[in-house]
């Protein structure tokens, strides 16, 4: 793709997510959704391909059905109420409706088919975009409409979602499929604080951008995609490869990594709120995600594959200069345990 048109279709990108973010009307919030999905798929077919084809088009249908189901809740919502404004109180059958219709485009629960597939069919960079930025839009609406929510519709998504995030990365080889089911997991666990302290909400949402944005950034620069060629990057680029295996810890929430502290936080506001088995529970199948990140590591860091490279140093001398970003990245994403009590202030 040529870099004017990128640089058009990713700026509607951005613009549509702005819109959605920006608006109080529920037209142009529908309007802005519509934007953000058509602009994004050209970037899922970046590089066009059979399976790229098949994935934008399961994104496509996705999308639709779930701005279709919008705009039907946002209909019904107008014949109830007789105005487009987004009101604090949304009659209960419009809540369920946007809830679903969010839910679709969040990938929850039992609406995630199409995350995986979709995530495994594109480009890493696409990938990036899809599993961080694509999330902002849904979660802003969720977290204005909160107040209004079912807890008995969205509190079992939730739970689901972070039980197939666990459960369906257990089997995976494809590293984009590992970070796709990771999304599921980590929504599950932003959509069951959202009814309590949506604030806290958007605590997880920027350190799980920030720790997916790093791990994207090193397997591109790794030009890693299997969970093999993620072993074999140990012989030319260690510094490299035990920092990315370092940020699958802190995405699987390990103690005393950055990926601990919205768990942590989320489970004390639950407990705070009198209820006891749904952190219980959550915190259960987040395991999940632990086992199989940390059997990750101790694959790719306990296994030193045979190579013909005699220069065994080299790896000091790659050229890291176009990295300027990582740094900074991958401190936030690893060593914020410290700031927990200045992000407490947030309950």
Same mark, same amino acid.
Request: proline residues 7%; hydrophobic residues 50%; glycine residues 4%.
């Given at each position: 793709?040529?870099?004017?048109?990128?640089?058009?279709?990713?700026?509607?990108?951005?613009?549509?997510?702005?819109?959605?973010?920006?608006?109080?009307?529920?037209?142009?919030?529908?309007?802005?959704?519509?934007?953000?999905?058509?602009?994004?798929?050209?970037?899922?077919? +970046?590089?066009?391909? /059979?399976?790229?084809?098949?994935?934008?088009?399961?994104?496509?249908?996705?999308?639709?059905?779930?701005?279709?189901?919008?705009?039907?809740?946002?209909?019904?919502?107008?014949?109830?109420?007789?105005?487009?404004?987004?009101?604090?109180?949304?009659?209960?059958?419009?809540?369920?409706?946007?809830?679903?219709?969010?839910?679709?485009?969040?990938?929850?629960?039992?609406?995630?088919?199409?995350?995986?597939?979709?995530?495994?069919?594109?480009?890493?960079?696409?990938?990036?975009?899809?599993?961080?930025?694509?999330?902002?839009?849904?979660?802003?609406?969720?977290?204005?409409?909160?107040?209004?929510?079912? /807890?008995?519709?969205?509190?079992?998504?939730?739970?689901?979602?972070?039980?197939?995030?666990?459960?369906?990365?257990?089997?995976?080889?494809?590293?984009? +499929?590992?970070?796709?089911?990771?999304?599921?997991?980590?929504?599950?666990?932003?959509?069951?604080?959202?009814?309590?302290?949506?604030?806290?909400?958007?605590?997880?949402?920027?350190?799980?951008?920030?720790?997916?944005?790093?791990?994207?950034?090193?397997?591109?620069?790794?030009?890693?995609?299997?969970?093999?060629?993620?072993?074999?990057?140990?012989?030319?680029?260690?510094?490299?490869?035990?920092?990315?295996?370092?940020?699958?810890?802190?995405?699987?929430?390990?103690?005393?990594?950055?990926?601990?502290?919205? +768990?942590?936080?989320?489970?004390?506001?639950?407990?705070?709120?009198?209820?006891?088995?749904?952190?219980?529970?959550?915190?259960?199948?987040?395991?999940?995600?632990?086992?199989?990140?940390?059997?990750?590591?101790?694959?790719?860091?306990?296994?030193?594959?045979?190579?013909?490279?005699?220069?065994?140093?080299?790896?000091?001398?790659?050229?890291? +200069?176009?990295?300027?970003?990582?740094?900074?990245?991958?401190?936030?994403?690893?060593?914020?345990?410290?700031?927990?009590?200045?992000?407490?202030?947030?309950?």
């Amino acid at each position: 793709m040529k870099p004017p048109i990128l640089i058009i279709i990713m700026s509607t990108v951005i613009l549509g997510t702005m819109i959605v973010l920006t608006s109080s009307h529920w037209l142009t919030v529908w309007i802005g959704f519509e934007m953000n999905m058509l602009a994004m798929i050209p970037i899922l077919m +970046k590089k066009p391909s /059979p399976r790229a084809t098949e994935a934008s088009t399961k994104y496509l249908l996705t999308q639709a059905t779930a701005s279709m189901l919008l705009m039907m809740g946002i209909i019904i919502n107008l014949l109830h109420s007789g105005q487009w404004t987004m009101p604090k109180d949304l009659n209960p059958m419009t809540s369920s409706m946007i809830t679903i219709a969010l839910a679709m485009k969040l990938g929850l629960a039992p609406f995630h088919f199409w995350v995986p597939e979709v995530t495994q069919g594109i480009p890493m960079s696409s990938g990036l975009v899809l599993l961080t930025w694509q999330k902002i839009a849904p979660l802003s609406i969720l977290y204005q409409i909160s107040p209004t929510i079912n /807890p008995n519709l969205l509190l079992p998504m939730a739970f689901t979602s972070v039980l197939i995030g666990g459960w369906g990365g257990l089997n995976q080889t494809q590293l984009r +499929k590992i970070l796709a089911y990771s999304s599921i997991a980590h929504m599950g666990w932003m959509t069951t604080i959202t009814l309590y302290n949506p604030t806290m909400m958007l605590l997880n949402l920027t350190i799980y951008i920030t720790m997916t944005l790093t791990t994207f950034m090193l397997f591109m620069y790794n030009s890693a995609t299997t969970t093999l060629s993620l072993s074999q990057t140990w012989n030319k680029a260690p510094l490299i490869t035990s920092l990315i295996l370092t940020l699958m810890l802190s995405l699987g929430g390990l103690p005393p990594l950055s990926g601990f502290i919205p +768990k942590w936080m989320i489970i004390q506001e639950l407990t705070k709120n009198e209820m006891i088995i749904m952190p219980m529970l959550l915190a259960t199948t987040a395991l999940l995600n632990l086992y199989f990140y940390m059997r990750l590591t101790y694959t790719t860091a306990l296994t030193m594959f045979p190579t013909t490279n005699n220069m065994k140093m080299k790896w000091q001398f790659d050229n890291t +200069k176009k990295m300027v970003l990582l740094p900074p990245l991958i401190i936030i994403s690893t060593m914020l345990i410290p700031l927990t009590p200045l992000l407490s202030i947030l309950d």
